[in-house]
């Protein structure tokens, strides 16, 4: 089974490429917020993971240069085997900076469950001292044919890591890919992550991306008031049957912007192909 993370970073390599190598920042210092959002305009790293590499500092400032003022890390360490290895030596102060000197804020680092198990204290240093204040673990990563109790006993184990980083002043949260939105013996696998889930000590970043299989983020934000802290943005055209940049398919922005906001999102962070990340920025920017 393909999961998002293969999806979406198919053709991010060569397209990112290019995009660093031919596009010059416009602003190397972004707006604190989005007015359409009333908050920070993020995105997620992944799909240019190869770009950053290479060069930190100026795939942050051509980011902040396309209208983005906040940026969400995966973990060197946990992403290691992921090609983020290099950044592994970066010390978080030194992290901080360069991030802050591109214009951006980081608030938010996806970790990988095994790190959060067996690295918690670490990491927590680490994110206390680069400012972030969101530990999103990225996924569970339970092999394909888990039953529900292993799901339910993955949700205990995060619910204490969360009572862990609350004392330290740090929220944990839990992001969704498409094998969520799966049934085991007739039930929605995120409908029983959220009964399970201490609303608490765990929030959850909603990937809007589910909608290609025909969930709506709204829908979700307005069933679970103060359950989210951040959401991942994507838009799909049924037509094309492929992600388009946000405003270009059938997510009804306004919509889940409004929901979201009473919901009580915190962060925004677009997840798309490299390709896409200007165009998404400039419709959420007019809106």
Known sequence: MINRRQFIGKSAIGIGSAMLATQVPMNLFAASVSKALKKPLGFQVWTVKDQLIKDFAGTLKMMAGQGYQSVEMCSPPGYASSGFGPLISMKAKDMRKIVEDAGLILESTHYGMGELRDNLSERIDFALESGQKQMICSSFWLPKDAIMSDWMKAVDELN???AKTKKAGIQTGFHNH????EKIEGKLIYDALMDRFDPDMVKMQFQVAVIS???KAADYFNKYPGRFISAHLADWSTAGNKQVPVG??????????ASAEKCGVKNYFVEMEPETFKESASYIHKL
């Open 160 to 162: 204490e890591i969360g």
């Open 178 to 181: 498409h094998m969520e939105f």
């Open 213 to 215: 299989i025909g969930y």
């Open 248 to 257: 270009q398919g059938i997510v009804d922005w306004k919509e889940l912007f």
